[in-house]
């Protein structure tokens, strides 16, 4: 079993709807959760990061956490053609400096 | 201010030649990251500098991999005796700490390996 899953895809929304991106992770010590976009040929964007159990939004993006159930999700509204791209959860047990990512959730968005 | 600058952008060398990637972090980020994507792959942990304490060498794939931080900043990614299996981009993070707080991680462009 990897330390951080993702469902790897493809995820194919149209334009307009919301896309709902999971993540599970193993290791119940982990403290950090962030949600990383990254476009095809280009390395890794920070789009959300979260902390505590619960729900946090930032415009379009609401990062939603449960450590009981160890699962890391994001939703994107409204969903556009530029929101395509991969989507990596990445997990850090804080002070440990090591993070570790998952292998992504490729996510089209079509007109 | 700048964000985390890599070279070269590109690298193409011959199966056998060592190579050094260079990471410059973003000003003030105590903690550097090096990482390792292969096309269609995830990120692959190679190895964490956090302040002046030993790093982390964990995810280095061999003994011809190393890295070293000069002076808390810039840092090196040496691959000795390179072999095709090291074609990759190859990609460098900082963050301001490891603590609870300020250890989101922001990548650099990445330095794309080709090994012939």
């Known amino acids: 079993q990897k330390e951080v899953e993702q469902n790897s895809g493809p995820l194919s929304v149209p334009e307009g709807a919301i896309a709902s991106l999971n993540c599970t992770y193993s290791?119940?010590?982990?403290?950090?959760f962030f949600w990383y976009r990254q476009y095809s040929g280009k390395s890794p964007e920070l789009i959300m990061f979260?902390?505590?159990?619960g729900d946090k939004e930032d415009g379009r993006f609401t990062a939603q956490l449960n450590k009981a159930s160890q699962y890391v999700s994001l939703l994107i509204r409204d969903s556009q053609p530029s929101d395509s791209a991969t989507y990596l959860c990445?997990?850090?047990?804080?002070?440990?400096?090591?993070?570790?990512f998952g292998d992504g959730t490729t996510l089209t968005v079509k007109p | 201010g700048a964000g985390v600058s890599q070279s070269p952008s590109n690298k193409v060398t011959e199966k056998g030649k060592d190579v050094e990637l260079r990471c410059d972090p973003i000003?003030?980020?105590?903690?550097l990251y090096w990482y390792r994507q292969s096309l269609g792959q995830g990120l692959e942990f190679l190895i964490y500098?956090?302040?002046?304490?030993?790093?982390?060498k964990s995810g280095l794939p061999s003994d011809r991999f190393s890295a070293e931080r000069t002076g808390g900043s810039v840092s090196t990614l040496t691959i000795q005796r390179t072999q095709q299996e090291d074609s990759a981009v190859y990609l460098c993070?900082?963050?301001f700490g490891t603590g609870f707080l300020g250890n989101e991680q922001f990548f650099g462009p990445g330095t794309r390996l080709t090994v012939l």
């Open positions: 993070a900082s963050s």
């Open positions: 290791d119940r010590g982990s403290q950090s």
């Open positions: 979260i902390y505590s159990n």
């Open positions: 990445a997990v850090i047990r804080t002070n440990a400096g090591k993070s570790t």
């Open positions: 000003s003030g980020h105590t903690a």
């Open positions: 500098f956090q302040g002046n304490s030993a790093p982390d």
